[in-house]
């Protein structure tokens, strides 16, 4: 993303300069791989004459005005041959060699023509079949393309806390954060959509390229921001993001990452209570035996664990395993590994005072996902909604979901609480279950409420 701020006009003059420059080099490409084509036919002795044009000559040609296509379209003309290549590729059939070109060229694409027509190898080559077909995307689609990749990129870094988006990636860390420093919504918690719009509002680049990307200068900014994000936000709880099947996948997964968290801490000699794992009868004796071998056999045997754990490879999703909801298709971001590709978290039936959707940025770790989630559901219990917020639930129900990787990668003393951040925040869930009244089991058995059937009207 440029750092310089374009002016008014700005965004459109340079696209408009940019296809024209596009349109230049392709044509310029064209008629270099034609000169490539003939040169290869010499090369390999189909030819003996040189029927190439000089390389330093940038003249460009286009679709249609290649000798093949030339001939292709008399013989078009004269009921010799049925083709849709024209059609196909967007192109004029032309029948005659362009004015346009200078004397040599017009000799040159001419002795191509008559070669094709007497030399039997060369017209069997120069067929559609064995020709560049130079489909490419048409202008204003990767116009709009990159536009909103831009104004996806824009939104957030809005975020972007810490400087890593920052553009130039030889800049010191201490400048990228003094970048962050500058972002908007630098500090860490959840956002509304509306508040994200109200930010694209004053962001006068960001006002210019969506003028253009709408192509309306009076578009509406928190309508567009909601359709940018849709397609780019997944939510935190695998309720609202998985079918039944995509469930009971991601409980497998769930139980394969327990099983392989188990084998890293028996490897790293940490204590284990092996009753706390979902593990049969046999496996607990064996590895029983293996905890109690001296750390140097245990080394020695470190493959030993493999057979006892046993750990399969978990299943892959399928597409009709996600939600497709208000028209966010999360396996379009997740893929048959489910990996992580969204920019944004987000906490449906969670929303804040305008009635928006609740937005976390993807570039948090777990601790910064964890306190921004308990930090809105302080915010909710005590200021938006009281104790019996039907919002307390779910939030909750995230921070659950994310204890585990909270006990894998922050199980050390924070040096800014000097605590256990997993321990923190596994009491809090435990206190905080209580005042609900419910488990934390029943807190992770969140479902959301059903959409209310459409009542079907009797007649008398």
Not at 117 to 134: H, T, V
Request: proline share 6%; aromatic share 10%; charged share 30%.
């Amino acid at each position: 993303m440029s750092n310089i701020a374009p002016s008014r006009g700005h965004t459109r003059s340079k696209l408009a300069e940019f296809e024209v420059l596009n349109k230049q080099l392709r044509s310029q490409q064209i008629r270099l791989q034609e000169d490539l084509d003939w040169e290869c036919y010499r090369l390999y002795g189909l030819l003996d004459e040189d029927l190439t044009y000089p390389v330093e000559e940038s003249f460009g040609i286009q679709l249609g005005e290649r000798a093949f296509e030339i001939v292709l379209a008399r013989q078009i003309a004269t009921g010799e041959v049925q083709t849709t290549w024209f059609e196909r590729h967007g192109s004029t059939p032309i029948t005659e060699i362009p004015d346009h070109w200078s004397d040599d060229y017009k000799q040159l694409v001419q002795r191509r023509i008559e070669v094709i027509e007497e030399n039997k190898n060369i017209a069997l080559i120069e067929q559609p079949e064995y020709k560049r077909r130079w489909n490419t995307e048409p202008w204003d689609s990767q116009v709009e393309r990159a536009l909103k990749s831009w104004l996806l990129d824009r939104l957030e870094t809005y975020f972007d806390f810490d400087g890593r988006m920052a553009a130039d990636a030889e800049l010191s860390e201490e400048d990228k954060q003094k970048l962050g420093v500058s972002a908007p919504l630098r500090e860490i918690a959840l956002y509304s959509v509306a508040k994200l719009a109200d930010i694209a509002r004053q962001d006068s680049q960001f006002m210019e390229v969506a003028e253009v990307y709408r192509d309306d200068p009076a578009f509406d900014v928190e309508r567009l921001v909601e359709e940018l994000v849709k397609g780019e936000h997944v939510p935190l709880l695998p309720v609202l993001r998985y079918k039944p099947t995509g469930l009971r996948n991601r409980a497998e997964w769930e139980r394969i990452w327990e099983l392989q968290r188990l084998e890293d801490k028996l490897r790293a000699g940490e204590p284990v209570n092996l009753t706390d794992y979902d593990l049969t009868e046999q496996q607990c004796t064996e590895l029983a035996a293996w905890q109690s071998e001296t750390p140097d056999k245990q080394k020695a045997d470190d493959r030993g664990l493999d057979p006892i754990l046993s750990i399969p490879v978990p299943p892959k999703y399928k597409s009709s395993d996600f939600l497709s909801t208000g028209g966010a298709r999360y396996w379009a971001l997740r893929g048959k590994l489910d990996v992580p590709k969204e920019r944004w978290v987000s906490f449906p039936h969670c929303e804040g005072p305008d009635g928006a959707l609740l937005l976390a940025w993807a570039g948090y770790n777990h601790l910064q996902l964890t306190q921004a989630i308990s930090a809105y559901f302080v915010e909710v219990q005590e200021h938006l909604g009281g104790r019996d917020d039907v919002r307390l639930i779910p939030l909750l129900a995230g921070v659950i979901e994310l204890l585990p990787w909270l006990k894998q990668w922050h199980h050390d003393i924070d040096p800014e609480f000097n605590q256990r951040m997993d321990e923190v925040y596994e009491g809090f869930v435990n206190e905080e279950a209580r005042a609900l009244g419910k488990t934390s089991d029943e807190i992770k058995a969140w479902q959301p409420p059903k959409k209310p059937t459409k009542k079907t009207r009797t007649k008398n």
